[in-house]
């Protein structure tokens, strides 16, 4: 992402909209830290337009990742990465002068929704984007059953039965935030209360419903990520009670009533999020490892627990050696992650997608 020099120094722009600072010693002492594991290798997907920034946001079952990325002219665009390229999916039809598209979610045929303009759509190679409604559309799965939010509704979307909303909880809204849909049809989203506004995680399906994901007594706070095809939800919750400061963890819910705290990586700011999870148990997102609060992604399994990304990538291989792993936001089946990720040698105005590869 950057050179270094002996005292110099450079703000890295993070999805929350904080700036964290590298420095010439982190950088030494995560090259050092994982001389000792190799585990993956990077391969950088690139940018559309060879400037700013590419965030990947989902992986396909057969390694297609999409996001969205800068272009030239300012504006930003969704984006499709095959292994051979990134292609520009484009926007919906506007009239304003910089139109914009965030791709959010892919499945195994890849099909691709997002949102553009201020509507949910969903894209493929034969008919292009389309409009939905207006709103987000997260998440398609294989099946291509659509799910987000619409009109400030959660929405359910296919191409057999079209757009169906879901009743949230009683008493609660939708919170326009990360939905998410599995193979059998569940769906999960965030909702609030309308007199208090503090987000809660939700489990809707078709036999009963909306239920709030269980949190422990005196927290307040959480929000539903990511849900395998058994029906497993990745998030992040808060961690004691709010008059000490809002702390948020990774978590895992392995039903409604169960919720496991994943914990955070040593050395930060008792920070961890939870972005993504696959059917065989593997859980990745970022925690604040460093003293400043610097992100590390991660990658959670129950018999290793949390593992720093930076640790676990091949440095002997030219793309990977000089990474600093960020965010780890998607994970699919063969293990492969999506990740943000700077590099010492390059520019601080690129910074490109990765995807990590199991070396095994």
């Given at each position: 992402m950057k050179r270094i020099l002996d005292f110099f120094v450079a703000p890295v722009p993070c999805p929350s909209g904080c700036a964290v600072t590298i420095t010439a010693a982190m950088w030494a002492m995560v090259l050092c830290s994982a001389a000792h594991a190799e585990t993956y290798r990077a391969t950088d997907i690139g940018t559309l337009s060879r400037v700013g920034r590419s965030t990947p946001t989902a992986i396909s079952a057969t390694g297609k990742v999409v996001g969205y990325?800068?272009?030239?002219?300012?504006?930003?665009?969704?984006?499709?990465?095959?292994?051979?390229?990134?292609?520009?999916?484009?926007?919906?039809?506007?009239?304003?002068?910089?139109?914009?598209?965030?791709?959010?979610?892919?499945?195994?045929?890849?099909?691709?929704?997002?949102?553009?303009?201020?509507?949910?759509?969903?894209?493929?190679?034969?008919?292009?984007?389309?409009?939905?409604?207006?709103?987000?559309?997260?998440?398609?799965?294989?099946?291509g059953t659509v799910a987000g939010i619409c009109e400030g509704i959660g929405f359910i979307w296919t191409r057999s039965i079209g757009q169906q909303y879901l009743e949230p909880p009683a008493g609660r809204q939708w919170y326009n935030a990360r939905f998410g849909i599995n193979r059998t049809g569940q769906v999960i989203g965030n909702t609030s209360d309308p007199t208090v506004g503090s987000p809660r995680a939700v489990l809707w399906e078709a036999s009963t419903g909306a239920q709030l994901l269980d949190i422990p007594a005196g927290t307040v706070w959480s929000s539903a990520e990511a849900i395998s095809n058994a029906g497993q939800v990745a998030g992040y919750a808060s961690v004691g009670p709010p008059e000490d400061g809002l702390t948020f963890h990774a978590v895992v819910w392995d039903s409604p009533h169960e919720m496991e705290d994943l914990g955070d990586l040593p050395g930060g700011f008792d920070n961890s999020t939870a972005y993504g999870m696959n059917d065989v148990g593997q859980i990745v997102g970022s925690s604040s490892a460093e003293a400043d609060g610097l992100n590390h992604g991660f990658v959670w399994t129950r018999a290793e627990g949390m593992q720093d990304l930076n640790d676990l990538i091949d440095r002997a291989h030219p793309r990977s050696a000089h990474l600093l792993i960020q965010e780890a936001y998607a994970i699919n089946d063969k293990g492969q992650i999506a990740v943000l990720a700077s590099d010492d040698r390059g520019s601080v105005f690129v910074l490109p997608a990765y995807v990590l590869i199991p070396s095994k």
């Open positions: 990325g800068d272009l030239r002219t300012g504006a930003t665009h969704a984006f499709l990465a095959n292994g051979k390229g990134i292609r520009d999916l484009g926007t919906l039809p506007s009239p304003i002068e910089l139109p914009y598209s965030l791709a959010y979610g892919v499945n195994a045929k890849t099909e691709v929704v997002g949102y553009s303009i201020t509507s949910a759509f969903i894209w493929d190679a034969q008919r292009g984007m389309r409009a939905l409604c207006e709103g987000t559309a997260y998440q398609v799965n294989d099946l």
